[in-house]
């Protein structure tokens, strides 16, 4: 059973920094591209950043220069390093295989990033 567990979530000034992680189990990580997403209050999950399997990135304009994604094939694990954080960028943040990879699995229950003063 595929479970993605998100953390490293909270509440963070404009400009500030966070740092994200999704814990995997249950797949074959190495062998997925994965992907952060969010979703903001009234609005509809998006994709911010995908990282492939060999470590090819890209992202969401909304986020490039700002946000950088990482993977730990060893560690099954999936990171989000986001700095110049803007109060747009709140909403709740999850992980799971790339928008290309067919239906994603269940979402895991997110990790809430606000950005507020």
């Known amino acids: 059973q595929v479970q993605l567990v998100e953390s490293g979530g909270g509440l963070v000034q404009p400009g500030g920094s966070l740092r994200l992680s999704c814990a995997t189990s249950?797949?074959?990580?190495?062998?997925?591209?994965m992907a952060w997403y969010r979703q903001a209050p009234g609005k509809q999950r998006e994709r911010v950043a995908t990282i492939t399997s060999g470590g090819t990135t890209n992202y969401a304009d909304s986020v490039k220069g700002r946000f950088t994604i990482s993977r730990d094939n060893a560690k099954n694990t999936v990171s989000l390093q986001m700095n110049s954080l803007k109060p747009e960028d709140t909403a709740v943040y999850y992980c799971n295989k790339g928008p290309l990879q067919g239906t994603p699995w269940n979402w895991g229950q997110g990790t809430q990033v606000t950005v507020s003063s």
């Open positions: 249950g797949i074959t990580f190495s062998g997925y591209t």
